[in-house]
T-cell receptor
Framework: AQSVTQPDIHITVSEGASLELRCNYS??????LFWYVQSPGQGLQLLLK??????LVQGIKGFEAEFKRSQSSFNLRKPSVHWSDAAEYFC??????????FGAGTRLTVKP | GAGVSQSPSNKVTEKGKDVELRCDPI?????LYWYRQRLGQGLEFLIY????????KSGLPSDRFSAERTGESVSTLTIQRTQQEDSAVYLC?????????????FGPGTRLTVL
């Protein structure tokens, strides 16, 4: 079965600084990759997803992620972080079955 | 349109009691998932329903856990003889299509506390 690793449990960045959240996956075939965000008191919301095609995908709220097959990675980036981006971010990998696996999450704190 | 709803939003119970958690998926979504999220941890897959197919129960942690779904609508997750380790947020998600390839829409979760 597929698996996901998010190496960073907690990241703190200053408002306006750039952000990169790491995600590594393990799967034998081409994965379906997702990033979800869980804001305080709210449910999980999809930021972006990759199925095929262009390896750089754009999402909502100014986020993007790049699929790198050689590194088995799907890192999430944002050029300039806003205070409202403070949340928990989850990377997930799906397969051609009913199996979806989520990472443990990365908590983002934004300093003023 | 309405999103995924879950009830109750919070549940406090005593060890050994049974609890029932409810999920109302988005209308027309054929797939429904239950996840468990323990404090400070990621989402743990519990069970998956797809239409009238037999559910995938591979994630249920013990036989104290069970779930049902009526057609392509409401689902209930039942935990019998609750233990303190069952304390977590239980999340429900639905998706339009089958499989782990479609966007899942999550409910707000039910926070279960077992005393």
């Amino acid at each position: 079965a597929q698996s996901v690793t998010q190496p960073d449990i907690h990241i703190t960045v200053s408002e306006g600084a750039s952000l990169e959240l790491r995600c590594n996956y393990s799967y034998g075939a081409t994965p379906y990759l997702f990033w979800y965000v869980q804001s305080p008191g709210q449910g999980l919301q999809l930021l972006l997803k990759y199925f095929s095609g262009d390896t750089l995908v754009q999402g909502i709220k100014g986020f993007e992620a790049e699929f790198k097959r050689s590194q088995s990675s799907f890192n999430l980036r944002k050029p300039s972080v806003h205070w409202s981006d403070a949340a928990e971010y989850f990377c997930a990998v799906g397969a051609n079955n009913n199996d979806m696996r989520f990472g443990a999450g990365t908590r983002l704190t934004v300093k003023p | 349109g309405a999103g995924v709803s879950q009830s109750p939003s919070n549940k406090v119970t005593e060890k050994g009691k049974d609890v029932e958690l409810r999920c109302d998926p988005i209308s027309g979504h054929t797939a429904l998932y239950w996840y468990r999220q323990r404090l400070g941890q990621g989402l743990e897959f519990l069970i998956y329903f797809q239409g009238n197919s037999a559910p995938d129960k591979s994630g249920l942690p013990s036989d104290r856990f069970s779930a049902e779904r009526t057609g392509e609508s409401v689902s209930t997750l039942t935990i019998q003889r609750t233990q303190q380790e069952d304390s977590a947020v239980y999340l429900c998600a639905s998706s339009l299509a089958a499989g782990g390839t479609d966007t899942q829409y999550f409910g707000p979760g039910t926070r279960l506390t077992v005393l």
